[in-house]
């Protein structure tokens, strides 16, 4: 069965801390892993993508890296406007779709 | 800039009513996407399309039905709503292996 669990379903930083979140996945079929980003009242919206084991990604403040089933993401020195809810998606090549889970709920404190 | 539109952003029924949600991408994209989210549930998949009159179901297919008559469009049918059917529905589209766009959600309560 499909699955993606997320760790930890609520997060509460301070400003300028760093947050850790991270998911697990079981798919049948694996071609990509995807981190979204939701804010309240709005669809996801894509942040970025990795492709095997090992893989690291760095894009402004977030730092990802794809582990076997699993993935983690850093947001360094966050901000207020960083509180949103984070999903990690693997993408199963045979028809594209996605399992999203529950996600990360981070809300940032001034 | 790819946009992913759905008919309506908050839409009331009563239990019983056939209801169509409708969403429309205009990337030229292959594969279309049905969600629900509820509280504490995240994002659970109904049913995708990889083509035009194509149809897989997801994880939650019950009491929904979808339909692809062109490949822009992808429409999520209701045949007799249900108080359980309130949720918050996502429509999403991509091309094959790439990144999913959502529109902004239909909030849907059945009475």
């Known amino acids: 069965e499909n699955q993606v669990e997320h760790s930890p379903h609520f997060l509460g930083p301070q400003q300028g801390d760093v947050a850790s979140m991270s998911c697990t996945y079981s798919?049948?079929?694996?071609?990509?892993l995807q981190w979204y980003r939701q804010n309240t009242g709005m669809g996801p919206k894509h942040l970025l993508s990795?492709?095997?084991a090992g893989y690291e990604k760095q894009k402004g403040r977030l730092n990802a890296t794809l582990l076997k089933n699993g993935s983690s993401l850093y947001i360094t020195a966050v901000q207020p406007e960083d509180s949103a809810t984070y999903f990690c998606a693997p993408n199963q090549g045979n028809n594209n779709d996605m399992r999203f889970g529950a996600g990360t709920r981070l809300t940032v404190k001034p | 800039d790819v946009k992913v539109t759905q008919s309506s952003r908050y839409l009331v029924k009563r239990t019983g009513e056939k209801v169509f949600l409708e969403c429309v991408q205009d990337?030229?994209?292959?594969?279309m996407f049905w969600y629900r989210q509820d509280p504490g549930l995240g994002l659970r998949l109904i049913y995708f399309s990889y083509d035009v009159k194509m149809k897989e179901k997801g994880d939650i297919p019950e009491g929904y039905s979808v339909s692809r008559e062109k490949k822009e469009r992808f429409s999520l049918i209701l045949e007799s709503a249900s108080t359980n059917q309130t949720s918050m529905y996502l429509c999403?589209?991509?091309?094959?292996?790439?990144?999913?766009?959502f529109g902004p959600g239909t909030r849907l309560t059945v009475t």
């Open positions: 990337m030229d994209h292959e594969n």
């Open positions: 990795m492709y095997s």
């Open positions: 798919v049948s079929r694996f071609n990509n």
């Open positions: 999403a589209s991509s091309s094959n292996f790439r990144e999913q766009y």
